[in-house]
């Protein structure tokens, strides 16, 4: 019964679900994370100790590699079962079909990336507030920000978000590893000397990113509009970023 109930939550009725149909309800879930982010949490801890939370973060890693390599695997499965549809307009009925039947993969590829923000929550927990950089907090909002929008308006985002979520999707689940590994004590220090090629394969991402989407544009399979320029900038500035944390760190 648990079960069944669980199975309809993430697969089934994705358009009457609260959170898909509310035009507020996730901006103020994202509004309360920032606020926690960066005031509410670093407050009520700052008298506090800090906890361990080791358990708690080695399981919750790892459930994040398993959902992770599984969305994957899921998302360029579809990609290569609906390839027919990649470069049809965005509102031809050919591709909204194709849209209405992967909306389950969509909803719980949002699902998870609001409870990636747990992340978040386990840095304050543990007053690692230095790790809440703006890097950190921005990604993590506006990404969820992003699915939330595209699994609600298809027709104004086109079939290239399929591979910049899958490519990130792929990526976490490495970074999740990582995470997880490093969680299981000091001993396994040894077995992580790849920290730096994990931030060098977050920039690869955003390279892929760019030059898959810039190819579609360049080929005439898609069109330029406000959603795509939006998309490229975001990614753009996220490369930015990350390639400035490379150098300060490497």
Request: some cysteine; aromatic content about 18%.
């Amino acid at each position: 019964m648990l079960l069944n109930s669980i199975s309809d939550f993430l697969f089934k009725n994705v358009e009457d679900k609260l959170l898909f149909k509310n035009d507020y309800l996730l901006p103020s879930i994202i509004i309360a994370y920032l606020l926690f982010a960066t005031r509410i949490g670093p407050s009520l801890m700052e008298a506090r100790k800090p906890f361990s939370l080791r358990r708690v973060m080695v399981a919750y890693n790892l459930f994040e590699v398993c959902v992770n390599a599984y969305l994957f695997k899921w998302i360029f499965s579809t990609m290569s079962n609906c390839w027919h549809v990649h470069c049809l307009p965005h509102d031809d009925p050919r591709y909204l079909s194709v849209y209405k039947k992967t909306l389950p993969l969509w909803w719980f590829i949002l699902l998870n990336k609001m409870f990636e923000l747990s992340d978040t929550v386990f840095f304050v927990l543990r007053k690692k507030c230095n790790q809440l950089s703006a890097l950190h907090i921005m990604h993590h909002s506006i990404v969820c920000m992003m699915i939330w929008w595209f699994t609600r308006n298809p027709s104004r985002t086109g079939f290239y978000f399929f591979f910049i979520l899958g490519i990130n999707i792929g990526v976490h689940s490495v970074m999740y590893t990582y995470y997880f590994l490093s969680g299981l004590g000091p001993h396994m220090a040894k077995y992580l000397w790849w920290k730096k090629y994990l931030t060098a394969l977050q920039i690869v991402q955003f390279v892929f990113d760019i030059a898959y989407v810039l190819i579609e544009f360049l080929t005439g399979c898609e069109k330029t509009g406000t959603t795509e320029i939006l998309t490229l900038t975001f990614i753009s500035f996220l490369l930015i970023l990350f390639l400035d944390l490379y150098k300060k760190k490497y």
